[in-house]
Each structure stands twice: as C-alpha cells, then as structure tokens.
C-alpha cells in the first residue's frame, strides 16, 4: 500500500528559528496536505495543496507541492513556543473520494 | 454542533469486553472516516464511509472491528472482544466534500484494555 515518509521525526530548536519538514512518498498523490495536532486533540489542517508545484502560505507557515507530486514540504518561519505539537503530512488521491495517507509526525518542541 | 463530536472521550476496559465508539460528524459533510493513533504513532486508517457507496474497510485490522453509518450521519465503531493492542486513541474525522481529503476530526475517544 501507499506509504509515506516524514521526517524528521522530532526537532528541538530554539524559539526564533525556523523550522523545516518534508514528506515523500513512492506514489503520486493528487492532494497534499499539512495538520497539526495539539495534545488531547484531533490533527487539524494547516495547508492543503492541490497542484504540482504549488506553493502555499499560511501566515508563518509555507509548503510545496513537489513537481514530481511524490513529495511535500512545510517550513515554519520564526517559531514561537506555540508551535509545539505533532505536524502530519497527509497525501490524498481524490478518485471516488479515496482515503487520506498520513506520515508518521514530525514533534516539534520550541524553547523559550 | 459546529465540529466533529466524539464520545466517550474516555474508555477503559477489560480485555474480552466490546466496545462501541460514536461520531457524530459535522452537519452536512457526506464523508467519514476513522483512524487509529497508537502512542507516539502516526494515523492508521480503518474505514471511511462516502454517502450510500460501500464503505471501504480495507484498513479494519481484524474481524474483531466494525463500523456502520446510520441515515449518512452518526458512525459506531464496535470493537468486540477487546485485546490489549487494541489501546489506541480513535479518531473520527469528517470531509465537507467527496475527494478533497481536507478532513476535520473529533477530538478522539482514548481506549485503554486493561
């Protein structure tokens, strides 16, 4: 089946830095997409990418949708300590509304 | 409700015991679908539901697990006989729209099989 690989799988970095993530895969996807996932809490979607190529931003957060559709990056300018949490990248190849693929997380962990 | 609800939010049992898991998506989205978190784990998916289509089930780990979706709207997972690896936090997500794959999910129901 289809699987992906994200890493890194954690990242310790000082507050102020940024931070970048990437996630690849062995097959084409149609959709990329980016959560994070506060503890307690369900992932919620941070950036969703639709087309090969794509750059994308939301606020402090940036991703691509990679030429190749086989890979995804999310980069996080300036973190601040709320940043911690579980980033997951998810491919999605929407014929008849398939199921979504997600990575293994990348935990981020911002000192003050 | 305005998100995707889930209950209980808590669960302990003992191993052998059934258990039913409930999701109640967001009003209107035609899709749902159910992952499973194990500690420090990625999503594993189960199933996902897609208006009156069969629902896919290729992700359901053993005959123990099953899922119905009743009127297109609230979903029950039932685990029956539950073992230990079966500990995890579910997850309930739904889909406004067929094939986007921009998913809202519940806050998840923790299973713990003592």
């Known amino acids: 089946g289809q699987q992906l690989n994200q890493s890194p799988q954690s990242m310790f970095i000082q507050e102020g830095e940024d931070v970048s993530m990437n996630c690849t895969s062995s097959?084409?996807?149609?959709?990329w997409l980016w959560y994070k996932q506060d503890p307690g809490e369900g992932p919620v979607l941070l950036i969703a990418?639709?087309?090969?190529?794509e750059l994308t931003s939301n606020g402090r957060l940036t991703a691509q949708f990679g030429i190749t559709r086989k890979d995804s990056f999310l980069n996080i300018s300036a973190s601040i300590p709320s940043d911690v949490g579980i980033y997951f990248c998810?491919?999605?190849?929407?014929?008849?509304?398939?199921?979504?693929?997600f990575g293994d997380g990348t935990t981020l962990t911002v000192k003050p | 409700g305005a998100g995707v609800s889930q209950s209980p939010s808590n669960k302990v049992t003992e191993k052998g015991k059934d258990v039913e898991l409930r999701c109640d998506p967001i009003?209107?989205?035609?899709?749902l679908y159910w992952y499973r978190q194990s500690l420090g784990q990625g999503l594993e998916f189960l199933i996902y539901?897609?208006?009156?289509?069969?629902?896919?089930k290729s992700g359901l780990p053993s005959d123990r697990f099953s899922a119905e979706r009743t009127g297109g709207s609230v979903s029950t997972l039932t685990i029956q006989r539950t073992q230990q690896e079966d500990s995890a936090v579910y997850l309930c997500?739904?889909?406004?729209?067929?094939?986007?794959?921009?998913?809202?999910f519940g806050e998840g129901s923790r299973l713990t099989v003592l």
């Open positions: 998810a491919g999605h190849y929407n014929t008849n509304a398939g199921k979504s693929t």
């Open positions: 097959s084409i996807f149609n959709t």
């Open positions: 990418l639709y087309k090969a190529g």
């Open positions: 009003s209107g989205h035609t899709a």
């Open positions: 539901f897609q208006g009156n289509s069969a629902p896919d």
């Open positions: 997500a739904s889909d406004r729209e067929a094939g986007t794959g921009e998913l809202f």
